[in-house]
Every structure is written in C-alpha cells, then in structure tokens.
C-alpha cells in the first residue's frame, strides 16, 4: 500500500522560505511526485511535479522562479522548496504520486497525503 506522509509546513512571514518533505512507502517512489495546494474556498491547483525517471520539472506560472521540487530516491522523500513567499501561496500543501504518464490534473493522481499547512503573513 502506497502511504504518502508530508512535514514542514508552518507559519512564517512574507519573503521567508520553507522546506516541504513528502516522505513515501510502499513503492510509491516508482511514481512521479507532485505537489498540490488547497487555499480556503479554492479548488485544489497543481504547483509542481517531478518525473520518477528522468527527473523532469514543472511548475504552476504562480512559482515558477519561486518553488523547486526535488527527489531523494535513497531516502525516497520529495521536497518542496518554496522561497520569497507571498500570502496567496498559504494553503494545504498535498504530495501526491501517479503512476501513469504526465499530466497535472488533480483527478488524475493515483495517491494523496493527508496535506500540511502553510501560513504566510504581510
């Protein structure tokens, strides 16, 4: 069974930088990894994905330039690196993991974490 489980998140002001980890069993390192996030209100949105091969990115245009996402096969963790944060990028942070081939489509993901609060204040 593919558990999913991410840390890091917290409450920091605007321009600071944190540090997400997606820790993951259960094979589901062979997955490509995502990070979701859900504001208050909002439909859950893409913000970055990681191949399981050959490492290729992708970002939401709100962090390009901003976030970097990374993988960590010998200790399977995905990270999320966000830095200059603003407030509209506080929200439940997801990590997620598909099997199949790309897509950044929310219903298209095979297993879900069970999220971690970010907070950025003005």
């Known amino acids: 069974q593919v558990q999913l489980v991410e840390s890091g998140g917290g409450l920091v002001q605007a321009g600071d930088s944190l540090r997400l980890s997606c820790a993951a069993s259960?094979?589901?390192?062979?997955?490509?990894m995502y990070w979701f996030r859900q504001a208050p209100g909002k439909e859950r949105e893409f913000v970055a994905v990681i191949s399981r091969s050959l490492g290729i990115t992708d970002y939401a245009d709100s962090v390009k330039g901003r976030f970097t996402i990374s993988r960590d096969g010998a200790k399977n963790t995905a990270y999320l690196q966000m830095n200059s944060l603003k407030p509209e990028d506080s929200a439940v942070y997801y990590c997620?993991?598909?099997?199949?081939?790309?897509?950044?489509?929310?219903?298209?993901?095979?297993?879900w974490g069970k999220g971690t609060l970010v907070t950025v204040s003005s």
């Open positions: 259960g094979g589901a390192f062979s997955y490509s």
């Open positions: 997620a993991a598909r099997l199949g081939g790309w897509s950044t489509t929310k219903d298209d993901m095979d297993y």
